[in-house]
């Protein structure tokens, strides 16, 4: 079956993926800083920084993709897509409201590879979502209870 087409993503589910993986890396960024991996130093920082993103994408992208069943890489990297929108409209209202002329936190490469971990971990996350889905339909279609419902009887 080939489900990855434009037509199979949906741009809600998308968002609800992309804001549970925000949460996520907030999340696992949190963590970092409690147990001490991550503190003010920047270049020791990257790593772990690259590593929550990671993390967080894959969840967002596990969440889209049990709950589509349908075209796990467009959704992944529609999740990627999603944060560079969301970074651009950042940048013009920073720049409107503060004046600010570039937001310089992070250089072009930097961007770069976050950006691909981001639609790389989203994509694996929504394949394995949407695997997993499949798995437990077939467990659900296979069990007991399945034939009594075929047969009129009673909702467990």
């Known amino acids: 079956m080939h489900t990855e087409h434009l037509q199979n993503v949906q741009p809600i589910r998308v968002m609800a993926g992309w804001l549970v993986a925000v949460a996520a890396t907030s999340l696992v960024v949190f963590g970092f800083i409690v147990l001490g991996l991550m503190?003010?130093?920047?270049?020791?920082?990257?790593?772990?920084?690259?590593?929550?993103?990671?993390?967080?994408?894959?969840?967002?992208?596990?969440?889209t993709g049990f709950r589509t069943l349908e075209a796990p890489i467009l959704h992944g990297v529609a999740m990627g897509l999603t944060s560079l929108v969301v970074w651009a409209?950042?940048?013009?209202?920073v720049s409107a409201a503060f004046g600010a002329a570039e937001w310089t936190g992070l250089t072009p490469a930097a961007t770069v590879v976050v950006v691909l971990t981001q639609v790389i971990a989203a994509v694996a996350g929504c394949w394995l979502g949407v695997r997993r889905a499949r798995v437990r339909?077939?467990?659900?279609?296979?069990?007991?209870?399945?034939?009594?419902?075929?047969?009129?009887?009673?909702e467990p």
């Open 89 to 93: 409209l950042l940048n013009l209202v």
């Open 39 to 63: 503190g003010d130093e920047a270049a020791r920082d990257a790593g772990w920084a690259v590593l929550a993103v990671a993390v967080g994408f894959l969840v967002g992208g596990w969440f």
């Open 137 to 154: 339909t077939s467990e659900l279609a296979d069990s007991p209870a399945a034939g009594v419902r075929e047969r009129g009887g009673p």
